[in-house]
Structure formats: C-alpha cells, structure tokens
C-alpha cells in the first residue's frame, strides 16, 4: 500500500505485510525509515519511508511481503 503525507503524518512510504518480529527488529534498528503505519501496524505490517531507501533495499521487504501474499492466497484455493 502506497501512502502520501497520510492525514499530514509527514511519512510518504509503502505499507507491506511482515513476518512475525520483523515489524518490530526494522524499527528498533532504524526507526527513521521503517515505522509501525496506522491502521495495519497492529497486524504486523511496516512502513517503509521512501526517502531513506534505494530500490534494492526496498526490494527485499516488497519481495517477503509479495511471497507472504501469493503463499496465502495458494492456501486458500486448495
């Protein structure tokens, strides 16, 4: 999920589902970039303040969180 400036929060990021812990490792370690978002950050997800990464960075959340989506949709159909 793309947000920009979301209710003047000042953040413009992406929101992507996480595995358990990691939410909470990201922000630990580097609480300028990685955020717990309104709304789905109670589930798990991490916001990701696009100005603090490059592509490649960003690559690997965006890649964990498309495998974590894809997986569970595979689980659904059977």
Same mark, same amino acid.
């Given at each position: 999920?793309?947000?920009?400036?979301?209710?003047?929060?000042?953040?413009?990021?992406?929101?992507?589902?996480?595995?358990?812990?990691?939410?909470?490792?990201?922000?630990?370690?580097?609480?300028?970039?990685?955020?717990?978002?309104?709304?789905?950050? =109670?589930?798990?997800? =991490?916001?990701?303040?696009?100005?603090?990464?490059?592509?490649?960075?960003? &690559?690997?959340?965006?890649?964990?969180?498309?495998?974590?989506?894809? &997986?569970?949709?595979?689980?659904?159909?059977?």
């Amino acid at each position: 999920m793309f947000a920009n400036n979301h209710h003047g929060d000042g953040h413009v990021a992406v929101y992507v589902p996480a595995r358990a812990g990691v939410q909470e490792a990201l922000v630990s370690e580097e609480p300028a970039v990685y955020f717990r978002p309104p709304y789905v950050g =109670v589930k798990g997800w =991490v916001g990701i303040e696009l100005a603090g990464v490059d592509d490649e960075v960003l &690559t690997g959340p965006w890649r964990e969180a498309w495998e974590m989506i894809v &997986t569970k949709g595979r689980g659904k159909r059977g």
